[in-house]
T-cell receptor, first 114, second 112 residues
Framework: NAGVTQTPKFRVLKTGQSMTLLCAQD?????MYWYRQDPGMGLRLIHY???????AKGEVPDGYNVSRLKKQNFLLGLESAAPSQTSVYFC?????????????FGEGSRLTVL | GENVEQHPSTLSVQEGDSAVIKCTYS??????FPWYKQELGKRPQLIID?????GEKKDQRIAVTLNKTAKHFSLHITETQPEDSAVYFC???????????FGKGTKLSVIP
């Protein structure tokens, strides 16, 4: 039982390049989330999904897209990377809604945009 | 939406002393308040949570208190140990929302 797995763990991009972060969970959780963590800013929600085939915007969605084609996977895409997207990205999942369940985080993906 | 303020941003205590971190929230309908601990270079992990129908909850050296009238909640760590050194995040969950709103974090340093 690996929990929540993110790939890649590190990536360096040039401005304007695109990339996809993959999140996979093996806990059969319905809900999945993408957060970004910046120094002194806490964790901010980018996008989330309440089930397979669904996505919704969070607090800071601009410049990102997501897809949840399979229940166990949640992909975060950057179509045209910008230096402001340099951050540590965390994927998370929960079995039920966040008012009753724990968030399980992946190990994080550190992205640098030059 | 929900707004969560967390204080202090940094906290240093001597080993064995107590540490208190405070958070305030804006949405009076918020009903769930978890605390996450993040060690350096690691993922955040849930350490304790409290719901709006409870005033206090304890788990060994950790306790959380909630004051719904004043809209604030606090994390209390007693008999601190070096392994308590980490960044702690509070969060609030607004009723009818799918989102947790996190505070900006408190870096706790326990000095041996």
């Amino acid at each position: 039982n690996a929990g929540v797995t993110q790939t890649p763990k590190f990536r360096v991009l040039k401005t304007g390049q695109s990339m996809t972060l993959l999140c996979a969970q093996d806990m059969n959780h319905e809900y999945m989330y993408w957060y970004r963590q910046d120094p002194g800013m806490g964790l901010r929600l980018i996008h989330y999904s309440v089930g397979e085939g669904t996505t919704a915007k969070g607090e800071v969605p601009d410049g990102y897209n997501v897809s949840r084609l399979k229940k166990q996977n949640f992909l975060l895409g950057l179509e045209s990377a910008a230096p402001s997207q340099t951050s540590v990205y965390f994927c998370a999942s929960s079995r039920v809604g966040l008012d009753t369940g724990e968030l399980f985080f992946g190990e994080g993906s550190r992205l640098t945009v030059l | 939406g929900e707004n969560v303020e967390q204080h202090p941003s940094t906290l240093s205590v001597q080993e064995g002393d107590s540490a208190v971190i405070k958070c305030t929230y804006s949405d009076s309908a918020s009903n769930y308040f978890p605390w996450y601990k993040q060690e350096l270079g690691k993922r955040p992990q849930l350490i304790i949570d409290i719901r709006s129908n409870v005033g206090e909850k304890k788990d060994q050296r950790i306790a959380v208190t909630l004051n719904k009238t004043a809209k604030h909640f606090s994390l209390h760590i007693t008999e601190t140990q070096p392994e308590d050194s980490a960044v702690y995040f509070c969060a609030g969950f607004g009723a009818g929302s799918y989102q947790l709103t996190f505070g900006k974090g408190t870096k706790l340093s326990v000095i041996p």
